[in-house]
């Protein structure tokens, strides 16, 4: 089954802890991304990749690394994660030349808390 | 730039009744569009999508959305709401000149909850 999955899907950790919320897709897209979703706010892009080794920022990059060593997998690093950084978490992967009709497919979300 | 705004944060409609959400969008260039939607506790699943092709664009389950350019809007419609229509709803662009085969940006709207009661 075409899939994208995150580990883990919930998260409470305390400050300063440094974390990875993994993320890997089965379908051999190119362009991978990570988005936050906070209340009121949608969803914001946190940063992207067009392939593998080829990474960049979204619109709030701050606070957050990414990795992409292999075309199926793209990590969210936190490594020093603060409170205002408790959101609901989606990871996204589509073909190569994705946005102009072609769909984005999310995965199912981690839900991290940050005491 | 690109942006998106969705015109309600929540929408009652009775079961059986029409569902009307509103999108309006500002593009640089021709843009994408897209609507999704979001179950609680689920992640986010693509409802129908506007591509420079037909303006009246068909989605699953009876939603339906009309580009019009003039207006800047991409407004989602069923004619007939169902209990399990209940979810949040999002309205996306994305800027086509973009999509050239480089990186695909998506801007989301904040969102349209969508509530249908008995």
């Known amino acids: 089954e075409a899939q994208v999955t995150q580990n883990p899907r919930y998260l409470i950790t305390v400050t300063g802890k440094k974390l990875t919320v993994t993320c890997s897709q089965n379908m051999n897209h190119e362009y991978m991304s990570w988005y936050r979703q906070d209340p009121g706010l949608g969803l914001r892009q946190i940063y992207y990749?067009?392939?593998?080794?080829?990474?960049d920022k979204g619109d709030v990059p701050e606070g957050y690394k990414v990795s992409r060593k292999e075309k199926r997998n793209f990590p969210l690093i936190l490594e020093s994660p603060s409170p205002n950084q408790t959101s609901l978490y989606f990871c996204?992967?589509?073909?190569?030349?994705?946005?102009?009709?072609?769909?984005?497919?999310f995965g199912p979300g981690t839900r991290l808390t940050v005491l | 730039a690109q942006s998106v705004t969705q015109l309600d944060s929540h929408v009652s409609v009775s079961e059986g009744t029409p569902v009307l959400l509103r999108c309006n969008y500002s593009?640089?260039?021709?843009?994408?569009l897209f609507w999704y939607v979001q179950h609680p506790n689920k992640g986010l699943q693509l409802l129908l999508k506007y591509t420079s092709a037909a303006t009246l664009v068909k989605g699953i389950n009876g939603f339906e959305a009309e580009f019009k350019k003039s207006e800047t809007s991409f407004h989602l419609t069923k004619p007939s709401a169902h209990m399990s229509d209940a979810a949040e709803y999002f309205c996306v662009v994305s800027d086509g000149l973009l999509n050239t085969g480089t990186a695909s940006k998506l801007t989301f709207g904040t969102g349209t909850r969508l509530q249908v009661t008995l």
């Open positions: 593009s640089s260039y021709s843009p994408s």
């Open positions: 996204a992967s589509t073909p190569r030349g994705g946005g102009l009709g072609n769909e984005q497919f």
């Open positions: 990749s067009m392939n593998v080794e080829v990474t």
